[in-house]
């Protein structure tokens, strides 16, 4: 049997450690605000959500790091939030992952562990990275896993919180983060923003 969800898996570690290299947003994406929040949209891979309006579409300060075989990325960063090494810290990353089958409900046990060896690899090679165990999660219909953990960025402490949804062929990898320090501001609406993501 193919083991498409090792690949995602894999690629996560590249993309957590890295803290991702966001592609410029294709056209088929779209941001719209109104009141205090910004709606993100991306016809070509399905997805939306509702973000507070503070946290801006950033590209620029992130570290140039290859995210391996992610479809896309985009984030959302608090411009005047943490920074640590050039990079925002406080905000939102959104990846999607192409994977060679659909994941079924009777596949998503072999995602699981495929993840959680992963994960076992990353806090291995890097001492920083404090990884609670993975549950099960749904957003808005989609299943998967999701984890906590803290790592250190350039000296910084870094709190986040990272979902891996599967839906058909596609994987959602939606990561919140933020400096320890801005974490209890920061959480309760990067929450919402995860709570309000829904997949075509």
């Known amino acids: 049997m193919k083991r498409p969800a090792k690949l995602a898996a894999l690629v996560f570690i590249a993309v957590l450690v890295a803290g991702a290299t966001l592609i410029a947003g294709c056209e088929a994406s779209v941001s ?3 009141g205090g929040t910004t709606n993100y949209s991306n ?4 997805f939306s959500f509702d973000l507070a309006n ?10 140039s790091q290859s995210t391996g075989n992610s479809a896309f990325n985009v984030g959302f960063f ?3 939030g943490a920074r ?3 990079k925002a810290l406080d905000g939102m990353l959104v990846s999607v992952y192409v994977l060679q089958q659909e994941i079924t409900p009777d596949l998503m046990p072999a995602l699981k562990s495929e993840l959680e060896t992963a994960l076992e690899q990353l806090t291995a090679s890097d001492s920083s990275v404090e990884m609670q165990p993975l549950t099960e999660t749904t957003i808005n219909g989609v299943p ?12 910084t402490p870094v709190q986040a919180r990272t979902y891996f949804l599967v839906k058909g062929t596609t994987e959602y990898q939606i990561s919140i983060q933020s400096s320890q320090a801005n974490w209890s501001q920061n959480e ?3 929450q919402k923003a995860v709570d309000s993501f829904k997949v075509k």
């Open 84 to 86: 640590a090494g050039g």
């Open 43 to 46: 016809d070509e891979y399905g």
């Open 144 to 155: 998967g896993y999701k984890t906590d953990y803290t790592m250190d960025m350039s000296g």
């Open 78 to 80: 608090d411009p005047d």
């Open 54 to 63: 503070r946290f801006e579409e950033d590209d620029s300060a992130l570290a």
């Open 188 to 190: 309760p609406d990067l």
């Open 32 to 34: 719209t605000s109104t």
